[in-house]
């Protein structure tokens, strides 16, 4: 008697898969997004900062911060160098991955989430 055993992975079952996985990671990004975003505009709050100007040079899939300047009223000040926390959502996992960082650096991946977001 002969078996047939199917060899080929089935597509889409894998597209399901990774559909899923999309999904649950798109979730997670979008639910820690408003809290790193609270965590630091309260440390710069707390360092007196009112604006933000970040300079952003590119199009497309390509580009980069030139600049960050911060202001206190309408006088530029020097940028707090403390850190805060941030939580960052990872592939396939249902916890984020916290990290401390500099406020300079949680500017710079805030900014660049605000950039890549495609949500309303």
């Given at each position: 008697m002969t078996e047939t055993v199917e060899t080929t992975p089935n597509a889409d079952s894998a597209n399901s898969n990774f559909e899923a996985?999309?999904?649950?990671?798109?979730?997670?990004?979008?639910?820690?997004?408003?809290?790193n975003k609270a965590v630091l505009f309260d440390a710069l709050a707390a360092a007196s900062v009112t604006h933000v100007i970040v300079s952003f040079d590119g199009s497309g899939d390509s580009g980069q911060i030139e600049n960050i300047e911060v202001k206190a009223g309408e006088e530029t000040a020097a940028l707090?160098?403390?850190?805060?926390?941030?939580?960052?959502?990872?592939?396939?996992?249902?916890e984020p991955q916290r990290a401390t960082v500099n406020i300079r650096d949680a500017l710079?991946?805030?900014?660049?989430?605000?950039?890549?977001?495609?949500r309303q």
């Amino acid at each position: 008697m002969t078996e047939t055993v199917e060899t080929t992975p089935n597509a889409d079952s894998a597209n399901s898969n990774f559909e899923a996985k999309r999904a649950a990671f798109n979730r997670l990004d979008a639910e820690l997004q408003p809290r790193n975003k609270a965590v630091l505009f309260d440390a710069l709050a707390a360092a007196s900062v009112t604006h933000v100007i970040v300079s952003f040079d590119g199009s497309g899939d390509s580009g980069q911060i030139e600049n960050i300047e911060v202001k206190a009223g309408e006088e530029t000040a020097a940028l707090p160098t403390h850190d805060v926390e941030l939580a960052r959502a990872e592939w396939g996992k249902s916890e984020p991955q916290r990290a401390t960082v500099n406020i300079r650096d949680a500017l710079e991946q805030l900014a660049y989430d605000f950039l890549t977001t495609r949500r309303q």
